[in-house]
């Protein structure tokens, strides 16, 4: 049976050259990046290289990038670095209704410690208003986190318009840029951010390593004390392999950054053309064009995406509802629930996310296998029923 | 042979039904339902069915196995139609069995169907009990019959009760035929990683089988409202501290100071008081049952003979059933039965035949 993995915003397999990269690391260059010795020395030169080219994927100074054990650190670390450094001059955060659980949670975590957390609501295509973020900012707000791209649906946020708001009223920016890093161009030099959080799984390096961005001069309380590592930022020793792994796959995202994005454009627009010409009732969730390139949210109506998700599964196709972090509950995903989505539509609703491995088989192979599920799923479905005999 | 899926538990009885149904070359899918999130109560030990380890347990054996297996979240369905069900029943003064009812409104329910939408022919579970059809020919239509399991002791057709006709062409039973024994030794020459493991019988959603403290957390006001123990001639002989902590035949707690025990008789809801009486009082020639459904033919016409069982561990008690108005049933023992209490399922067999069962809403 054939394997096709449309779930690159859960994760993404690691590049060949990224595995090659690594590979040294293990055994032969070993050492302790700390080390006085040749061993440690040797090592902290790739260091500084994969330090480098991370930042020049940003269009940051290397000073700026620090590693850290995954995304879900980064956004905790930037989130609580800056409400801990902060709270003398102010305890108010704001943030939106459509993150991901690594920044929702970690705003609730501080709520219950006595902050004040402001979650914006978004439209139906998952945007917040601006002015209802201008009119959130008051003199206590330290804090503005807004991801750059949503994980679920794609959708894009206007992070130049939100860095220059907060800038213009001195109030610290982060994004979390996990599933935007690699696929949507990112220059730090231009975008007023202040912190910005990437995930190396996301971008075909490994599990286990993440990076933050942090402009020079940002007043950021530790979450990980120890040996001073990473410029004090962020202590323990440092996972070599894996920082090599995600400095080449850096340097790849940039390398190939454009033909990726039209091969992702190409595919996701004949996987979303194939679709709604076979199946009926398909209802697309997200921008219709501030979107990543590879995520296309689609609402198969009158079914549940769970079961869709399982009969894809047993076809050999690899899709999620929700984010995968969140699948295994039976509500439907917050993010669609904020956008005014209804209940059933919400539910009904699966995500594709193509990656840069993916073929024009592998599309068409989609495009073969969804109708017929669909309709059979349909045809048990009782809402399916009443719609087709109210149509009569 | 075609996909099957298999309701897995964790426990080995499942597990065992899973490798039986592969071996036979179905094609399986292992699915566990998630019905009741165990940490919202505390920490306390829980009946075996469903819970994280068990889930764990399930999916271990999958791998083992070599099949695909699912979590099926039906955490809001099983709220909904088996613990407020609970809690509603105990509220009545009624004494309720949720393992039927999650039988009934859940695996039969809600699961087969997810069965059926991931395109399986039908669900099997580990239960010990036999379905069969029988095809009689010209002479009357085919007929899904429930039997117990082989195992006598072991068999559970009593939580089997109100499976249709319908659910029947899609349920397997796949250790019908089986002892427990037996699938302990199969279990353990497969290799399954939970041949071991012990059985409980305890209600899986409540925490050290404690149900009054469960319906105490739930219903603290109706639950410690103290009222009057009376005797059926109406006199007052103490004070109870709360109808809910009080079950029919029990006799511990009453605190009553007479020359004979006294024993639970009835609850009496509206006036909040228990009926109280001698031993000999909780003896009742026969009941009401109500929300009847009939397997081995479509409803009850005339008077039959039957084994009657109102307890999962009552031997069954011969007696005559009568149709009454209303699809309800009328039993009427040949011997008079203790503690006929209403809520509980009556299950009427002949011989290892379930011919269908009902809810006892009062002892006659």
């Known amino acids: 049976m054939r394997r096709v993995y449309l779930d690159h915003n859960a994760t993404t397999p690691v590049h060949p050259e990224v595995l090659e990269a690594m590979m040294p690391f293990f055994q032969d260059q070993f050492g302790n990046a700390s080390s006085i010795h040749w061993a440690g020395r040797e090592v902290k030169k790739y260091l500084d290289d994969a330090r480098e080219k991370v930042a020049a994927l940003l269009n940051a100074t290397p000073e700026e990038v620090i590693f850290t054990g995954c995304g879900t650190e980064s956004d905790n670390m930037a989130i609580k670095g800056v409400a801990y450094a902060l709270q003398d001059k102010g305890r108010h955060i704001i943030t939106t209704e459509v993150e991901h659980h690594a920044v929702f949670h970690t705003c609730q975590f501080l709520e219950k410690a006595g902050f004040e957390v402001t979650y914006l609501p978004v439209d139906s295509d998952g945007l917040i208003d601006l002015e209802k973020l201008r009119l959130s900012i008051k003199n206590q707000t330290i804090l503005i986190t807004i991801m750059f791209a949503n994980n679920e649906t794609g959708t894009v946020f206007p992070v130049q318009e939100i860095g220059e708001m907060a800038r213009g009223k001195g109030v610290i920016f982060h994004t979390d840029a996990i599933q935007a890093v690699g696929k949507l161009p990112i220059d730090l030099k231009?975008?007023?951010?202040?912190?910005?959080?990437?995930?190396?799984?996301?971008?075909?390096?490994?599990?286990?390593?993440?990076?933050?961005?942090?402009?020079?001069?940002?007043?950021?309380?530790?979450?990980?004390?120890?040996?001073?590592?990473?410029?004090?930022?962020?202590?323990?020793?440092?996972?070599?392999?894996?920082?090599?792994?995600?400095?080449?796959?850096?340097?790849?995202?940039?390398?190939?950054?454009?033909?990726?994005?039209?091969?992702?454009?190409?595919?996701?627009?004949?996987?979303?053309?194939?679709?709604?010409?076979?199946?009926?009732?398909?209802?697309?969730?997200?921008?219709?064009?501030?979107?990543?390139?590879?995520?296309?949210?689609?609402?198969?109506?009158?079914?549940?995406?769970?079961?869709?998700?399982?009969?894809?599964?047993?076809?050999?196709?690899?899709?999620?509802?929700?984010?995968?972090?969140?699948?295994?509950?039976?509500?439907?995903?917050?993010?669609?629930?904020?956008?005014?989505?209804?209940?059933?539509?919400?539910?009904?609703?699966?995500?594709l996310s193509l990656g840069w491995s993916n073929t024009q088989e592998d599309v068409d192979y989609v495009v073969e296998v969804l109708p017929r599920i669909v309709q059979r799923l349909r045809d048990i479905s009782p809402l399916y029923q009443k719609r087709v005999s109210r149509s009569k | 042979m075609g996909r099957v899926a298999v309701a897995m538990s964790g426990g080995v009885d499942s597990s065992t039904a899973s490798a039986i149904l592969k071996d036979e070359g179905y094609e399986v899918i292992g699915l566990t339902m998630h019905l009741w999130d165990q940490t919202q109560d505390g920490k306390g030990t829980f009946g075996r069915c469903c819970s994280p380890e068990d889930i764990h347990d399930a999916r271990r054996v999958a791998d083992q196995i070599g099949i695909p297996h699912y979590v099926i979240n039906l955490r809001k369905p099983f709220e909904e139609e088996v613990v407020d069900y609970f809690v509603e029943e105990y509220l009545r003064g009624r004494t309720p069995n949720p393992c039927v009812r999650c039988n009934d409104r859940i695996k039969f329910g809600y699961l087969l169907r997810k069965a059926e939408e991931l395109g399986a022919k039908a669900l099997a579970t580990g239960h010990y009990a036999r379905i069969e059809l029988d095809d009689p020919g010209k002479k009357r239509p085919?007929?899904?019959?429930?039997?117990?399991?082989?195992?006598?002791?072991?068999?559970?057709?009593?939580?089997?009760?109100?499976?249709?006709?319908?659910?029947?062409?899609?349920?397997?039973?796949?250790?019908?035929?089986?002892?427990?024994?037996?699938?302990?030794?199969?279990?353990?020459?497969?290799?399954?990683?939970?041949?071991?493991?012990?059985?409980?019988?305890?209600?899986?959603?409540?925490?050290?089988?404690?149900?009054?403290?469960?319906?105490?957390?739930?219903?603290?006001?109706?639950?410690?409202?103290?009222?009057?123990?009376?005797?059926?001639?109406?006199?007052?002989?103490?004070?109870?501290?709360?109808?809910?902590?009080y079950t029919i035949g029990q006799r511990r707690g009453l605190g009553i100071s007479a020359p004979h025990p006294h024993y639970v008789l009835e609850l009496d809801v509206e006036r909040n008081r228990i009926v109280a009486g001698r031993e000999e009082e909780l003896m009742a020639q026969g009941l009401v049952a109500g929300g009847v459904n009939w397997i081995s033919f479509p409803k009850l016409d005339r008077e039959v003979e039957a084994l009657v069982q109102i307890r999962y561990r009552h031997p069954g008690a011969p007696a005559v059933l009568f149709p009454l108005e209303g699809g309800k049933v009328k039993v009427h023992f040949t011997i008079p039965q203790r503690s006929i209490t209403p809520g509980q399922a009556a299950v009427f067999y002949q011989g290892d035949e379930v011919l269908g069962g009902g809810w006892i809403e009062k002892a006659l």
């Open chain 1, 190 to 351: 231009q975008l007023p951010v202040d912190i910005l959080s990437l995930s190396g799984h996301k971008l075909y390096a490994p599990k286990g390593i993440g990076a933050q961005y942090i402009r020079a001069g940002t007043k950021l309380t530790s979450l990980i004390h120890g040996g001073g590592q990473e410029r004090n930022r962020r202590a323990g020793t440092e996972n070599i392999p894996y920082i090599i792994g995600l400095g080449k796959a850096s340097e790849i995202a940039q390398r190939d950054f454009q033909g990726r994005r039209e091969h992702l454009l190409a595919l996701r627009e004949r996987l979303h053309r194939g679709i709604i010409n076979r199946i009926p009732h398909v209802k697309l969730n997200g921008h219709p064009t501030k979107r990543l390139p590879n995520t296309l949210n689609l609402s198969f109506l009158y079914i549940e995406g769970e079961s869709l998700l399982l009969n894809l599964d047993l076809e050999g196709i690899a899709v999620s509802s929700g984010s995968a972090c969140t699948s295994g509950s039976l509500e439907p995903s917050h993010v669609l629930l904020a956008m005014g989505i209804p209940h059933e539509i919400a539910q009904s609703a699966i995500r």
């Open chain 2, 142 to 245: 085919k007929r899904y019959l429930l039997r117990r399991g082989r195992d006598l002791n072991k068999d559970q057709s009593y939580f089997l009760f109100t499976i249709t006709q319908e659910q029947m062409s899609k349920v397997f039973f796949p250790l019908g035929e089986k002892s427990k024994a037996e699938v302990r030794k199969q279990a353990l020459r497969l290799g399954l990683r939970v041949a071991q493991k012990s059985e409980s019988q305890e209600i899986c959603f409540i925490p050290d089988d404690d149900y009054r403290r469960f319906m105490e957390t739930r219903k603290p006001r109706e639950f410690s409202k103290p009222g009057e123990i009376i005797n059926r001639q109406g006199k007052v002989m103490g004070l109870h501290r709360g109808l809910y902590s």
